[in-house]
């Protein structure tokens, strides 16, 4: 798949301290890639870097194909939207006229896409009402419906998500999935909490103290991310023959306690332990949560570092 963004090595620093360490990634076109990291991690710093309103120390990036050191690099970068920290909009306009006023900043002409913008990012019916009056979400969807002015090939979101109450964080999930498969847009998208991108992203990578700790496709983290069942029973040792037999997957965390990873029904776990001459306690669920991986990543960077 084609790269629409990349880095190299990238560093920054501010006086002493090491803000990014040799970034290096790779964003496929059409992806929907989701930047994981703790406050101060450094997701801000490497926006601010793709979208130009900072300076890398060292290292490079390209967008397009086109490196940052190419002078070209500033009319691909009219191919990209953004909202970093928070929206660019202005609260004394309503929403109509926020976006009419970036159709001119982008030297556009004509306005009869406005509408059809505006519903994407479900503020259709806001009227005159001015945009210091709206919600935190509808602030946020009114800076996308900005940031997506000139129908650029890329979204730069710096935690859009934050602060969002559950309803506006199913809505923006929506809109940007909507905006993804219906425009082809390619979204870099930041977060703190894994969880909430998980429901869109296509690709991670989770960064700690400036560095990528890992990337990897959705596909992958959910392969890693098992999905068990806890069965507390009066004895494990006697049900692994039976579990063998049948190829169910499991491990055994003590006499006790054991994980299974089959799709299997409860009332099969009681039957086979009826067979295997032990009794079953509870069957619970036991999922690795997406966060407790992340954490654990982020817990063996601090083992090392
Ligand atoms: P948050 O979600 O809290 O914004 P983040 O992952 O986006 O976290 P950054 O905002 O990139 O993190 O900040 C990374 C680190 O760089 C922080 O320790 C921050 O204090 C520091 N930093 C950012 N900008 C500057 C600056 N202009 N001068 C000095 N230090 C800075």
Same mark, same amino acid.
């Given at each position: 798949m084609e790269n629409v963004l990349a880095t190299k090595d990238l560093c920054k620093k501010y006086g002493k301290h090491h803000i990014l360490n040799n970034v290096t990634l790779d964003i496929p076109k059409g992806a929907i890639f989701g930047l994981v990291g703790r406050n101060g991690a450094g997701k801000t710093t490497l926006m601010r870097i793709l979208t130009g309103l900072a300076e890398p120390t060292s290292g490079t990036y390209s967008i397009g194909g086109i490196m940052s050191n190419d002078r070209k690099i500033l009319s691909v970068r009219r191919r990209m939207g953004s909202i970093i920290e928070s929206p660019a909009i202005y609260r004394n306009l309503s929403a109509y006229d926020n976006v009419k006023l970036q159709y001119i900043n982008l030297g556009m002409t004509s306005y009869e896409t406005i509408p059809e913008l505006l519903e994407l990012v479900e503020? @259709?019916?806001? *009227? %005159? %009402? %001015?945009? *210091?009056?709206? @919600?935190l979400g509808m602030r946020q969807r009114l800076g996308i419906a900005v940031a997506l002015c000139g129908n650029p090939d890329i979204l730069i979101l710096d935690e859009p998500i934050n602060g969002l109450d559950p309803q506006g964080i199913i809505q923006m999930r929506e809109i940007l999935l909507r905006i993804n498969h219906e425009k082809h847009t390619t979204i870099l998208i930041s977060s703190h909490i894994l969880e909430e991108l998980s429901k869109l992203a296509t690709h991670y990578a989770f960064i700690e103290k400036g560095e990528i700790l890992q990337t990897l496709s959705s596909q992958e983290l959910m392969s890693k991310v098992r999905k068990a069942s806890r069965l507390k029973a009066k004895s494990t040792s006697l049900l692994c023959p039976v579990f063998d037999r049948e190829g169910i997957e499991y491990k055994v965390e003590d006499e006790e306690n054991m994980d299974i990873y @089959?799709?299997?029904t409860t009332s099969k776990i009681v039957a086979l332990a009826n067979e295997a001459g032990t009794e079953v306690i509870s069957v619970s669920e036991n999922n690795e949560s997406l966060e407790g991986y992340f954490m654990n990543l982020v817990a063996m960077k601090d083992g090392i570092s």
């Amino acid at each position: 798949m084609e790269n629409v963004l990349a880095t190299k090595d990238l560093c920054k620093k501010y006086g002493k301290h090491h803000i990014l360490n040799n970034v290096t990634l790779d964003i496929p076109k059409g992806a929907i890639f989701g930047l994981v990291g703790r406050n101060g991690a450094g997701k801000t710093t490497l926006m601010r870097i793709l979208t130009g309103l900072a300076e890398p120390t060292s290292g490079t990036y390209s967008i397009g194909g086109i490196m940052s050191n190419d002078r070209k690099i500033l009319s691909v970068r009219r191919r990209m939207g953004s909202i970093i920290e928070s929206p660019a909009i202005y609260r004394n306009l309503s929403a109509y006229d926020n976006v009419k006023l970036q159709y001119i900043n982008l030297g556009m002409t004509s306005y009869e896409t406005i509408p059809e913008l505006l519903e994407l990012v479900e503020l @259709s019916d806001t *009227g %005159k %009402k %001015k945009a *210091g009056k709206f @919600s935190l979400g509808m602030r946020q969807r009114l800076g996308i419906a900005v940031a997506l002015c000139g129908n650029p090939d890329i979204l730069i979101l710096d935690e859009p998500i934050n602060g969002l109450d559950p309803q506006g964080i199913i809505q923006m999930r929506e809109i940007l999935l909507r905006i993804n498969h219906e425009k082809h847009t390619t979204i870099l998208i930041s977060s703190h909490i894994l969880e909430e991108l998980s429901k869109l992203a296509t690709h991670y990578a989770f960064i700690e103290k400036g560095e990528i700790l890992q990337t990897l496709s959705s596909q992958e983290l959910m392969s890693k991310v098992r999905k068990a069942s806890r069965l507390k029973a009066k004895s494990t040792s006697l049900l692994c023959p039976v579990f063998d037999r049948e190829g169910i997957e499991y491990k055994v965390e003590d006499e006790e306690n054991m994980d299974i990873y @089959s799709d299997i029904t409860t009332s099969k776990i009681v039957a086979l332990a009826n067979e295997a001459g032990t009794e079953v306690i509870s069957v619970s669920e036991n999922n690795e949560s997406l966060e407790g991986y992340f954490m654990n990543l982020v817990a063996m960077k601090d083992g090392i570092s």
